[in-house]
């Protein structure tokens, strides 16, 4: 098990990852999730103890990384898939690593049967497509067979057969019970891969449950209502009697209705009160990747002017019949609207926080609505979904802990090879 507790990191004025607490549990795969700049790479060094924290503390099965007995066998990582020596083959570039962590060399070339890269083993990888590299990364931090394993962003650049082997494999991973804990900024793709989300923003914790709970927390029914086109009259009517009759309603982009609040049935018998015709009257859920987007976009440092959280911005401000918080409770920062975060903090526009003038201490919780000294201050202090409570479990017993000489640069490996993730996957070799 990961565990993190009151984690911050500041490089120099910056707050990287300011009093994050989460735990990432064996035998699932957690999604590590948040728009880019929000922390993840960063939080994930510390994790490898690459980075010391400026607060707080991380353990790895009870200890800090560089205290852990054994690291390579019990820690693997993909951090950077490009950090190989290209005038390598990929065959040797593991060997190196092997043979530093004292791994037998058929080892390698199983980890290079389960990544599908047996075929090209011997070829330099400065050829290698992005995918190529990706699998070798991944190769590299399966070398020592450990239990736990960190992945930052590994399905980048993959086509889509690509995703799906990552995809997979994350997941037989975890069935073997080991802790995946996996970084990504997309959230459709968490949502086909994780078991649990740990969402964070601007170095900060937005969301930490299952995938389950997400998905009831964020998703919103609402029905899409299409009248005549060419006629605004009756759009302009019905919206009225919605309206009056306790729905919220908001326009869309290709001139329907999205309203809530109200059930089919009778928005129709409401429409046919008001003499409207309907083209369309149809039940739809809002997408993950939406809830995703609007508990993120108070905290999103970089923003494309043509960009689509901009449009959901302006579509959710321009209808003025919405309620509180929208439909989903991450509606912007409206006043009075639910936003997650404490009443008058204004999402757009973060400005880094001057330096604090005393440190936080690691752990200590945070006053919901109280100011934030060390954190930026877009973020939310209290999280838009329940952050789940932490359920404490037993840290793994390692034997008597030995410092590692040095923290690793590269993905660790174990001294013996168990065969079990040699079972799979090599019919995927390209
Ligand atoms: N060595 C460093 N020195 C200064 N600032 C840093 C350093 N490393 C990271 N940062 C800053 O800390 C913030 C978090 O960066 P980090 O790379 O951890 O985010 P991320 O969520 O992994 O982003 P991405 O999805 O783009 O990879 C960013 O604003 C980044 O510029």
Same mark, same amino acid.
Request: aromatic content about 4%; hydrophobic content about 40%.
């Given at each position: 098990?990961?565990?993190?507790?009151?984690?911050?990191?500041?490089?120099?004025?910056?707050?990287?990852?300011?009093?994050? !607490?989460?735990?990432?549990?064996?035998?699932?795969?957690?999604?590590?999730?948040?728009?880019?700049?929000?922390?993840?790479?960063?939080?994930?060094r510390?994790?490898?103890g690459?980075?010391?924290?400026?607060?707080?503390?991380?353990?790895?099965?009870?200890?800090? @990384?560089?205290? /852990?007995? =054994?690291?390579?066998?019990?820690?693997?990582?993909?951090? %950077?898939?490009?950090?190989?020596?290209?005038?390598?083959?990929?065959?040797?570039?593991?060997?190196?690593?092997?043979?530093?962590?004292?791994?037998?060399?058929?080892?390698?070339?199983?980890?290079?049967?389960?990544?599908?890269?047996?075929?090209?083993?011997?070829?330099r990888?400065?050829?290698?497509?992005?995918?190529?590299?990706?699998?070798?990364?991944?190769?590299?931090?399966?070398?020592?067979?450990?239990?736990?394993?960190? @992945?930052?962003?590994?399905?980048?650049?993959?086509?889509?057969?690509?995703?799906?082997?990552?995809? =997979?494999?994350?997941?037989?991973?975890?069935?073997e019970?080991?802790?995946? @804990?996996?970084?990504?900024?997309?959230?459709? #793709?968490?949502?086909?891969?994780?078991?649990?989300?740990?969402?964070?923003?601007?170095?900060?914790l937005?969301?930490?449950?299952?995938?389950?709970?997400?998905?009831?927390? =964020?998703?919103?029914?609402?029905?899409?209502?299409?009248?005549? #086109?060419?006629?605004?009259?009756?759009?302009?009517?019905?919206?009225?009697? /919605?309206?009056?009759?306790?729905?919220?309603?908001?326009?869309?982009?290709?001139?329907?209705?999205?309203?809530?609040?109200?059930?089919?049935?009778?928005? !129709?018998?409401?429409?046919?009160?008001?003499?409207?015709?309907l083209?369309?009257?149809?039940?739809?859920?809002?997408?993950?990747?939406?809830?995703?987007?609007?508990?993120?976009?108070?905290?999103? %440092?970089?923003?494309?002017?043509?960009?689509?959280?901009?449009?959901?911005?302006?579509?959710?401000?321009?209808?003025?019949?919405?309620?509180?918080?929208?439909?989903?409770?991450?509606?912007?920062?409206?006043?009075?609207?639910?936003?997650?975060?404490?009443?008058?903090?204004?999402?757009?526009?973060?400005? #880094?926080?001057p330096a604090?003038?005393?440190?936080?201490?690691?752990?200590?919780?945070h006053?919901?609505?109280?100011p934030?000294?060390?954190?930026?201050?877009?973020?939310?202090?209290?999280?838009?979904?329940?952050?789940?409570?932490?359920?404490?479990?037993?840290?793994?017993?390692?034997?008597?802990?030995?410092?590692?000489?040095?923290?690793?640069?590269q993905?660790?490996?174990?001294?013996?090879?168990p065969?079990?993730?040699?079972?799979? %996957?090599?019919?995927?070799?390209?």
């Amino acid at each position: 098990m990961i565990e993190a507790v009151g984690l911050t990191k500041r490089y120099g004025a910056k707050t990287a990852v300011y009093n994050l !607490s989460f735990q990432v549990r064996p035998g699932a795969v957690t999604g590590f999730l948040g728009p880019n700049g929000s922390g993840k790479s960063t939080t994930m060094r510390m994790i490898l103890g690459l980075d010391e924290p400026t607060a707080g503390h991380v353990t790895v099965g009870g200890y800090p @990384f560089r205290k /852990l007995p =054994n690291a390579p066998r019990q820690v693997g990582a993909l951090l %950077d898939a490009k950090a190989v020596h290209g005038g390598r083959s990929a065959r040797q570039h593991l060997l190196c690593l092997a043979q530093l962590s004292g791994i037998p060399a058929r080892r390698v070339d199983e980890v290079l049967g389960v990544v599908g890269l047996q075929n090209v083993a011997r070829k330099r990888s400065k050829g290698f497509s992005l995918g190529m590299g990706q699998r070798l990364g991944i190769a590299a931090a399966l070398l020592g067979d450990p239990q736990v394993l960190l @992945f930052d962003e590994p399905v980048n650049g993959l086509d889509p057969e690509g995703i799906l082997w990552v995809r =997979n494999f994350m997941k037989q991973l975890a069935a073997e019970g080991r802790t995946v @804990f996996v970084s990504s900024h997309l959230m459709s #793709e968490m949502a086909l891969t994780a078991d649990h989300l740990i969402v964070i923003g601007r170095g900060q914790l937005l969301a930490d449950m299952n995938v389950k709970d997400f998905i009831s927390y =964020n998703s919103a029914d609402f029905a899409r209502v299409r009248t005549p #086109e060419g006629d605004p009259g009756q759009r302009e009517k019905l919206t009225a009697a /919605l309206s009056e009759a306790g729905g919220q309603v908001l326009p869309e982009q290709d001139g329907a209705l999205r309203v809530t609040g109200l059930p089919l049935p009778r928005i !129709s018998d409401l429409a046919h009160g008001a003499d409207v015709r309907l083209w369309e009257l149809s039940p739809h859920q809002a997408s993950l990747e939406e809830a995703y987007m609007r508990m993120t976009q108070g905290a999103v %440092d970089y923003r494309s002017t043509v960009d689509e959280r901009a449009a959901l911005q302006q579509q959710m401000s321009g209808a003025g019949a919405m309620p509180q918080g929208g439909p989903y409770g991450y509606a912007p920062g409206a006043p009075g609207q639910q936003t997650g975060f404490p009443p008058g903090t204004t999402l757009p526009g973060y400005a #880094e926080p001057p330096a604090p003038p005393q440190q936080h201490a690691p752990g200590a919780p945070h006053t919901p609505g109280a100011p934030m000294p060390t954190a930026p201050p877009a973020a939310p202090a209290t999280p838009v979904a329940p952050v789940a409570p932490a359920t404490p479990a037993a840290p793994a017993t390692p034997a008597t802990p030995v410092a590692p000489p040095t923290p690793p640069a590269q993905p660790p490996a174990a001294p013996s090879a168990p065969a079990d993730l040699t079972k799979s %996957d090599t019919e995927d070799a390209r």
